[in-house]
């Protein structure tokens, strides 16, 4: 096995601080082979940088990736733009591949504070004409001051689209500062202009900033504090937990996964838009990740009743379908994402008769919402410090000496490190949350026993609402979706309007007369949703600073680049992880894992699109950023 000297560096040394590596090129996969059977004691990230081309098409199909590391629970790598992320060893080993042009993969990564990646390899089989000065430059931008690259067998390489030798390679690796036995120097010419396009990428972010725990104002050996038990809080407790930290996570119920998180079954399949617009991209990422969560925890033996059996996606009327249509014809999409079907197909992939045409998900399905709870967190525990306080809510949180406490009706808890606001319905229940812009929505998801036509649905179908195949000899339909609902009560109505819901969208179908909802079965649960429908992930502003600030600058002409240039202003070392509507279970653990990184300082799945997109401050800063008036009412 040909592996790099860098690779079989990190894998001798006995160091076990955190250390990121980054590849150009797919090649062999050999140094991430190595680096998986090494079991080192360092959290080890790679980052694999890769061209939607031939080279890459023919990986993928050969399943490159699932073969070399012989685990069936891989999910297969998609040939689409972005970062799918892979993690191993519970959580010693990231690797993260980022496909699409070089250039811009690397200009979309965010910087969290500076530089991160420590050593540079490049594939064997990469395109010489790829290693343009300009992705040079965009390396150094992402490297430590320290950072080295290796060069070996480049002999020819092309720069620029000219031939050149090996020294002029080393030459410009030496110009950008990557190519050194030393540390760069303060007024190196590396140094400086690595240091200034730092600074514009700071500028760039200034809106939305990315903040991890302030390390000069806490003790970070205090644990970090999550109130809510859902998936959302789960998948953080884990993300933190592959990173060594100490969580401690409070629910108000007597047991996790009994709000939102509770119902029997619930649906994964992305949200797509006919442009495929950044919320697009961003849910189809987020889909795969936790696809791939789901196959490892059941891989590592935690029970988790799921199917994997595909969505088919239709309309309900003349509107529905044209919009259905507008999605899978208006973007070429990659077929493991979605596949435009017939009707005579979705009745093949169903098992049921369906009257229309539509979107088949193929990688998508059913999960227990509650089992991929529960699973998140007890792998969290079993790899590090994860506490759980069941039975407390949460009244009132404070910032005293750098630290945070939580207080319920009986007593105070702290001090805390960090703190993450994820606890659904009741996300805007604090002061220093109020004015988050998320609504809860009631919804009830109906229970129908399956019978003999019915029982023969074999995915899950979206429609008018949904409907699951049968698990536990019970099929889920619905959802109800009613704002700021008075009760969270079973109702006889909304029961029947998830009824409708299915005739309206199969109409005359046999298999639809099996549907029955006498027996009043039902579950409760209330989403908080987001106008723009992506989730809210970042540090938590204050809004009543942000409100000073904009009477001082809302009249000036200067107000648009005040906030521009200028971080609006958040509480210290507070999170807010909220907003997942009725698609958490796809949205939810990779603004987890984002999440988590953010907190502990680390380089980000997602990128510097991804970070604006789920700022929880973004209602306000869009208008706030094109100089718009705010109305103040709306923070009430």
């Not at 080890?44 to 098409?57: A, E, G, H, M, S």
């Not at 047991?255 to 994964?268: D, E, T, Y």
């Not at 993450?420 to 220093?432: M, P, Y």
Request: proline share 5%; charged share 20%.
């Amino acid at each position: 096995m040909t592996v790099s000297k860098i690779v079989r560096q990190i894998i001798d040394t006995k160091n076990s601080d955190p250390v990121v590596i980054a590849q150009l090129g797919f090649g062999s996969l050999e140094n991430a082979k190595a680096l998986v059977l090494s079991q080192t004691s360092a959290r080890v990230t790679l980052k694999i940088f890769c061209p939607l081309n031939q080279q890459l098409t023919e990986a993928i199909e050969d399943k490159l990736f699932e073969q070399i590391f012989e685990e069936s629970h891989f999910l297969p790598l998609i040939a689409i733009e972005g970062c799918q992320r892979r993690i191993l060893n519970n959580g010693r080993l990231v690797i993260d591949f980022h496909f699409g042009p070089l250039l811009q993969q690397l200009q979309r990564i965010p910087l969290v504070s500076t530089g991160f990646i420590a050593h540079w390899l490049i594939a064997k089989n990469l395109a010489p004409e790829l290693l343009t000065l300009d992705v040079f430059w965009q390396m150094a931008k992402l490297s430590l001051n320290t950072a080295q690259i290796e060069l070996n067998n480049l002999a020819g390489i092309a720069i620029n689209n000219k031939a050149n030798t090996e020294h002029d390679l080393i030459s410009l690796a030496k110009l950008v500062g990557l190519y050194q036995e030393h540390a760069l120097k303060a007024d190196d010419i590396a140094f400086l202009e690595r240091a200034a396009m730092r600074s514009q990428q700071h500028q760039k972010q200034a809106p939305y900033p990315i903040i991890s725990r302030d390390e000069k104002a806490i003790d970070n050996d205090l644990p970090i504090a999550i109130i809510g038990g859902g998936v959302a809080s789960a998948n953080l407790a884990l993300s933190l937990a592959e990173r060594n930290q100490k969580v401690q996570l409070f629910c108000e119920d007597s047991a996790l996964a009994q709000a939102a998180s509770g119902n029997r079954q619930g649906a994964i399949y992305p949200l797509l838009t006919p442009d495929n617009n950044t919320l697009s991209q961003y849910f189809q990422q987020a889909y795969l990740f936790s696809l791939q969560r789901l196959k490892t925890l059941a891989a590592q033996g935690h029970p988790i009743d799921y199917e994997l059996c595909g969505v088919v996606h239709t309309g309900h009327d003349e509107r529905s379908r044209k919009r259905v249509a507008k999605i899978i014809d208006s973007y070429n999409w990659q077929p493991l994402i979605a596949k435009k079907i017939t009707a005579e197909q979705a009745s093949e992939i169903a098992s049921v008769k369906i009257n229309d045409s539509g979107i088949l998900y193929p990688l998508g399905g059913w999960v227990s919402p509650q089992d991929f709870t529960q699973a998140a967190f007890k792998q969290a525990q079993a790899i590090s410090d994860v506490r759980l306080t069941l039975n407390t809510q949460i009244i009132d949180i404070n910032y005293l000496d750098g630290a945070w406490y939580l207080n319920s009706q009986q007593q105070q808890f702290g001090p805390f490190s960090a703190l993450i606001v994820a606890n659904g319905k009741s996300l805007t229940e604090f002061e220093q949350t109020k004015y988050l812009q998320a609504t809860g929505f009631r919804g009830q998801v109906s229970h129908a026993p399956s019978r003999a036509k019915l029982s023969k649905l074999s995915t899950v179908l979206c429609a008018h609402g949904y409907m699951t195949p049968s698990n536990n000899a019970l099929h889920c339909l619905g959802a109800s979706y009613v704002k700021n609902a008075t009760h969270l009560n079973y109702c006889p109505t909304e029961q029947v309007e998830n009824l409708n819901k299915i005739q309206h969208s199969y109409v005359d179908q046999d298999w639809v007369e099996d549907i029955d909802i006498s027996g009043h079965s039902a579950r409760v649960g209330v989403r908080m949703v987001t106008r723009d429908h992506a989730p809210m992930m970042g540090p938590a502003p204050d809004i009543d600073s942000i409100l000073s600030l904009y009477q001082n600058h809302q009249l000036t002409p200067e107000s648009r680049k005040f906030w521009q240039s200028h971080p609006a202003p958040i509480y210290p070392n507070l999170y807010i992880l909220g907003g997942l509507g009725s698609r958490g279970l796809s949205s939810g653990p990779l603004a987890a894992e984002a999440l988590a990184a953010q907190i502990c300082g680390e380089n980000l799945p997602i990128s510097a699109d991804f970070v604006a997109l789920l700022n929880p401050n973004r209602m306000w800063l869009r208008k706030l950023l094109k100089g718009k008036a705010l109305d103040t009412s709306e923070a009430n």
